[in-house]
């Protein structure tokens, strides 16, 4: 069975999930992302949590982790066959960097409070863009609503869902600007990609 990229991403994420677990979340205090002002007079932030946080998930809640491996399989996976493991690697670590960035920025001007970021949902919505822009009319089915759509307007709509909540903060716990700031990284990724000619 040949290993991918997208393969060897998720077996990446389940494997340190199993760590996480058998830590006992341990792994959070020097891996997750941690706001760049102090919590309690301390600060917890380290450069490298700009990638370490997107391998790791919520011990609490499975489905964190899972949904997360389906959307990487359910977009990177196309996305690894159309142009290779090199450039799904490249937008997919752009995503989750400019995703990071976002998160230490962006929600302190929102006056959110400071936590750890942990998840590889950021790393997801870059793929999810870049999915958009190469097959921008093949059908995909959300969970909620259950009604098949262009990949264009799933995309477009789930960013302005997130943009929506981000700004209004109406569903705590969840890095929506991450999310944001992962698309803006696959964009910067694939806007200097030789043209190409877009898959239905």
């Known amino acids: 069975m040949k290993i991918t990229a997208v393969k060897a991403l998720i077996a990446a994420n389940a494997a340190i999930y199993v760590l996480q ?20 007079g301390q600060s917890y932030f380290h450069p490298w949590q700009i990638i370490t946080y997107a391998f790791l998930h919520s011990t609490a809640h499975i489905e964190h982790i ?4 389906l959307g990487l399989w359910m977009f990177g996976a ?47 919505f870059g793929l999810l863009l870049a999915y958009a ?23 477009t709509l789930y960013a302005g869902i997130e943009l929506l909540l981000g700004v209004t903060g109406s569903q705590a716990g969840v890095a929506h600007f991450a999310h944001l700031g992962g698309m803006v990284g696959s964009a910067l990724v694939i806007m200097r990609w030789p043209r190409y000619t877009s898959s239905s």
Not at 21 to 38: I, K, V
Not at 145 to 154: D, E, G, N, T
Request: hydrophobic fraction near 50%; proline fraction near 14%; glycine fraction near 10%.
């Open 21 to 40: 677990l058998l830590a006992g979340g341990t792994l959070d205090g020097p891996f997750a992302l941690w706001p760049l002002q102090p919590i309690d």
């Open 66 to 69: 899972g949904f997360n491996m």
């Open 78 to 124: 196309e996305i690894e066959r159309y142009v290779g493991a090199r450039r799904l690697l490249t937008v997919y670590f752009a995503s989750v960097i400019t995703a990071g960035l976002t998160q230490l920025f962006v929600p302190a001007l929102f006056a959110a409070p400071p936590e750890p970021t942990i998840g590889a949902s950021g790393g997801v």
């Open 133 to 155: 822009v190469m097959f921008p009319r093949r059908k995909v089915i959300p969970l909620i609503p259950p009604i098949p759509m262009p990949a264009w307007l799933f995309a």
